[in-house]
């Protein structure tokens, strides 16, 4: 069984940098491919960046790309989503998603599409 908790989260001013890791508790975590989400107050989950099992390609929503760099350590069953120059839109909890169930891997990332989830942290932006 799949377990996963975030961390790293906190309270920063715009233009800060902040780093988040998630930690895998199971079976083959390199067999995972992995993913990071956020929800508002308010709003839907929705995608922030995805990784392959193997590291080698990642994807990332229009509004972090260029900010955020998402990588796997998979020697310490580890993801890490490195935050920089943070805006107080990214204020969220943001989740920690493994277990792609979904359909073609890259095309198009929806909570649904991930069968395991962390309980989230908090990450609060301030201007």
């Known amino acids: 069984q799949v377990q996963l908790l975030e961390s790293g989260g906190g309270l920063v001013q715009a233009g800060a940098s902040l780093g988040l890791s998630c930690a895998f508790s199971?079976?083959?975590?390199?067999?995972?491919?992995m993913a990071w989400f956020r929800q508002a107050p308010g709003k839907e989950r929705e995608f922030v960046a995805a990784?392959?099992?193997?590291?080698?390609?990642?994807y990332y929503t229009d509004s972090v790309k260029g900010r955020f760099t998402i990588s796997r350590d998979n020697a310490k069953d580890t993801m890490y989503l490195q935050m920089n120059n943070l805006k107080p839109e990214d204020t969220a909890v943001y989740y920690c998603?493994?277990?792609?169930?979904?359909?073609?891997?890259?095309?198009?990332?929806?909570?649904?599409?991930?069968?395991?989830w962390g309980r989230g942290t908090q990450v609060t932006v301030s201007s």
């Open positions: 998603a493994a277990n792609f169930v979904g359909g073609v891997w890259g095309r198009l990332f929806r909570p649904t599409d991930f069968a395991s």
């Open positions: 199971g079976r083959a975590f390199s067999s995972y491919h």
């Open positions: 990784i392959h099992r193997n590291g080698d390609n990642s």
